[in-house]
């Protein structure tokens, strides 16, 4: 195993999130999002089991974000903005960060609301 080429790959994997996080809001919202889930796994008593489901919904997420990223900027390069094709494809992409986060927070919702609602009544 080369050293420095693992490193310089984690580096470049590193500078990857930071140019998501500095450019795509809706990763900057997801990852918000994600650190209320987090708190919300330290408050409440919740089985292990969920926990392990809401960290790989987490980690779900934020990956098709980042995959989607990739895509738009791919896309971005290799076809003019004025394309519709383009416009398809990255309206397709939405779409799929779109219904995962909606599953996501349904699946939260049936974990987390059963604790709210033992605190509010």
Avoid: C
């Avoid at 919740?46 to 990223?69: H, K, M, T, V």
């Amino acid at each position: 195993m080369k050293i420095r080429l693992l490193i310089k790959g984690f580096k470049n994997a590193i500078h990857g999130l930071v140019y998501v996080f500095k450019n795509e809001q809706n990763f900057r919202i997801q990852i918000f999002v994600a650190f209320i889930v987090v708190m919300g796994m330290i408050i409440f008593p919740i089985g292990d089991y969920e926990r392990i489901a809401l960290i790989l919904l987490i980690l779900l997420i934020l990956i098709l974000e980042l995959i989607n990223s990739a895509i738009e900027l791919f896309v971005d390069v290799t076809k003019p903005r004025l394309h519709h094709k383009v416009k398809l494809i990255k309206d397709i992409m939405a779409a799929t960060v779109f219904v995962a986060s909606t599953g996501a927070f349904i699946v939260g919702l049936l974990i987390f609301l059963p604790h709210i609602f033992k605190i509010i009544w």
